[in-house]
């Protein structure tokens, strides 16, 4: 089924957006309980579907879930080591925080290989790298992946690229492992500092997780514990961006703004008006913009997962705008969407240039990917007449409510 969202652009949006939890923390933190040995409760987790999937995969390994208004109760007690040969498990990245943690609990685990957003090659060498520093050895057939290991044994591991993913992959694995792990040219990232305080709430010895130096000391049980999930700086800055292009006086609620710096300091450039405090960003309207030019780099650089949705943007600013993206040299399948609403948009590999500024106009344009689809939101909000968004589904696999949010500040979106 072609999933649609529909818009009218040209509405100003006023009042104030409240930011859900973090989907990119939410996706490791759902995997990490198979480590616990008792419940794990979680507060205000995104309904998004990346965590609807998550959520079957926990429930095929016998772990029970359960929703009350803003908790979610999770039941390790009962778990069991199944493969997970499913095609949920293709249907999103985050999936392979799986063989992190069973791999962990159980010294053994087989399952397909992760999918996620096609954003050109996305390799897991380095999971595996790690994996293998521990102990572990990895037989791969196709799309099945299975790891085994007799014992984990704490090793030094210098990552060659700061990856999130390995980064949590190699911690979840290592909670278990005999002696000391260093993981050297770790990422950064808040969600890492997220899983890594809610890991040691249930006793595990993680050191340093937001620096490039992470040490876990390994230990033989988890309990559970209680956690609240940071906010998503992502979806903040969606939020931002599209106030920034459409907005009168919004109001961006439940933000950490130090996660976003990069962005807020960049629309400053651009000429946007913005005030800040302790956890809201309010954006005032916008005059005429500034072409300015983004480089995208781990946190705390410019997110890559923010380039796309600043692009829209970016076709409203006087002059020629520069993105260099240094993450995924393909994440650029938006600009074609944008072309196609009258955008001026010249992109190669790991590099667009945004001549501006443009009249967007509404047209039939489709997601490619989750932040391709909020870059065709925010263009949408933007265009004269009305936007046909197909693929929607992308974008329900990490923005909670999107389009109540949006309405409730005014945009005309269904
Ligand atoms: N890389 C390798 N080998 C590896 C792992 C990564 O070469 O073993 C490369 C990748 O190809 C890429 C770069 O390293 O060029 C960054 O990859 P990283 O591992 O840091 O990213 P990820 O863990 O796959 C997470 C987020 C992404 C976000 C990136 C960068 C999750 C589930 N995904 O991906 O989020 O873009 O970090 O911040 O946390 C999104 O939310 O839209 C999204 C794509």
Redesign the pocket.
């Known amino acids: 089924m072609d999933d649609v969202i529909k818009i009218r652009g040209k509405r100003k949006l006023k009042g104030e957006v409240t930011v859900s939890s973090c989907?990119?923390s939410v996706?490791?933190i759902l995997p990490s309980v198979v480590l616990a040995s008792e419940i794990v409760k979680l507060y205000d987790v995104p309904d998004i579907k990346?965590v609807q999937i998550l959520i079957k995969l926990l429930e095929k390994l016998n772990i029970k879930v359960s929703a009350d208004d803003d908790e979610l109760t999770i039941d390790p007690t009962g778990i069991r080591n199944v493969d997970l040969l499913d095609e949920d498990v293709m249907k999103?990245?985050?999936s392979?925080y799986f063989m992190g943690a069973l791999l962990g609990r159980f010294k053994h685990v087989k399952m397909y290989s992760p999918g996620?957003?096609n954003?050109?090659?996305?390799?897991?060498?380095?999971?595996?790298?790690g994996f293998e520093a521990l102990g572990a050895k990895i037989r791969q057939d196709g799309n099945i992946i299975e790891i085994d290991a007799e014992e984990l044994t704490g090793d030094d591991i210098y990552l060659?690229?700061?990856?999130?993913?390995?980064?949590?992959n190699i911690m979840l694995a290592a909670c278990f492992a005999r002696g000391r792990t260093t993981i050297e040219n770790a990422?950064k990232?808040p969600?890492i500092i997220d899983l890594s305080s809610m890991l040691n709430k249930m006793g595990a010895q993680i050191r340093g997780a937001g620096t490039s130096e992470i040490t876990i000391n390994g230990i033989s049980r988890l309990k559970g514990c209680i956690h609240d999930i940071i906010p998503d700086r992502?979806e903040a800055g969606t939020y931002i961006i599209a106030a920034a292009a459409c907005g009168e006086d919004v109001t961006v609620r439940n933000v950490i703004p130090q996660h976003i710096e990069a962005l807020t300091s960049k629309l400053e450039e651009m000429g946007v008006k913005l005030e800040q405090g302790s956890d809201y960003v309010r954006v005032f309207e916008a005059g005429k913009l500034k072409a300015v030019d983004i480089i995208t780099q781990?946190?705390p650089g410019f997110?890559?997962?923010l380039q796309q949705p600043l692009t829209a943007l970016m076709t409203r600013a006087e002059g020629d705008s520069h993105v260099e993206e240094t993450?995924?040299?393909d994440r650029f399948r938006h600009c074609n969407e944008l072309n196609l609403m009258g955008a001026n948009i010249e992109a190669g590999s790991g590099k667009s240039v945004i001549h501006g500024p443009c009249e967007l106009h509404g047209t039939d344009i489709s997601a490619t990917?989750?932040?391709c689809g909020a870059s065709l939101v925010i263009a949408g909000l933007m265009a004269e007449g009305e936007t046909i968004i197909h693929n929607a589904y992308h974008i329900y696999r990490?923005y909670e409510s999107i389009v109540e949010k949006l309405r409730a500040i005014g945009a005309d979106i269904e």
């Open positions: 989907k990119n996706v490791a990346d999103l990245r985050a392979y996620g957003c954003l050109g090659p996305r390799p897991i060498d380095l999971h595996l790298k060659d690229f700061a990856s999130v993913g390995a980064t949590i990422a990232e969600e992502i781990p946190f997110a890559t997962d993450i995924y040299v990917d989750l932040r990490g």
